[in-house]
């Protein structure tokens, strides 16, 4: 294989180095959050210590930093955190799809604490324009959104915050409702009565509550009753 078509991904965790060796391309739309087979983006099953050298990377290495000395599961660690080297293209690319993705996890999670309600995703992303927020690739979606959150609180009226909502189905629909909740939120209680009506506590992300209202209207064909009986 040519040697353009090779790259390495370099990683660096508790004091020890490894390296990969992969197809750019693949490990570019993996990275991207593309589902590609691992057998599919490395050229070499080895987990190296030094590319360049041939030394591999020793099993007490992989096994203090990964927790474990399977290959896939450590190629995956490596190319979702390591040095990947990127095209400009590639790298513009991946830094629009971290920021939506960054921008999906606010909207879900934070509301205006004024109304308690959901922000636009317009709002937030003027708020990240006026706040020159700076998206790290090599850096988790959701650690950045917490930290961006806190940045995003100079400009606009925002808070994290957890939304719990009482719903109450008609017998009909409650079958399906109940094996739907788990899948919807953090089960709080469930309650039936003796005419099979599905009564329920459900917590979830305060912005997804519109997500959520809708799944269950969906369910019910509009015959569900829900409040938000609390926003913390």
Do not use: C
């Not at 750019?24 to 599919?40: C, H, M, V, W, Y």
């Not at 979606?141 to 008609?170: G, N, S």
């Amino acid at each position: 294989m040519p040697t353009k078509d090779v790259i390495t991904v370099k990683y660096e965790s508790h004091g020890e180095h490894f390296e990969i060796l992969v197809k750019p391309k693949e490990a570019f739309l993996f990275r991207s959050g593309k589902n590609i087979p691992i057998s599919d983006i490395v050229v070499s099953d080895t987990i190296y210590k030094d590319v360049k050298k041939g030394q591999k990377a020793s099993p007490s290495a992989l096994k203090k930093v990964f927790g474990t000395t399977d290959f896939e599961t450590i190629v995956k660690d490596i190319l979702l955190k390591g040095e990947l080297p990127l095209t400009s293209d590639q790298r513009k690319e991946m830094l629009e799809n971290k920021r939506k993705q960054i921008v999906d996890f606010i909207h879900r999670n934070a509301v205006d604490p004024k109304t308690n309600l959901p922000i636009p995703i317009s709002r937030i992303e003027m708020a990240m324009e006026q706040a020159k927020v700076q998206i790290d690739l090599n850096k988790d979606a959701e650690a950045q959104a917490l930290q961006i959150i806190h940045e995003l609180a100079r400009i606009i009226p925002i808070k994290v915050a957890r939304a719990i909502l009482e719903i109450k189905v008609p017998p009909k629909y409650s079958p399906k409702v109940k094996s739907a909740l788990s899948n919807l939120g953090s089960v709080k209680k469930t309650n039936w009565l003796a005419d099979g009506t599905l009564t329920a506590e459900i917590e979830i992300p305060a912005g997804a509550q519109e997500e959520v209202i809708d799944k269950l209207n969906s369910i019910t064909k509009g015959e569900v009753e829900v409040r938000v009986i609390q926003v913390k």
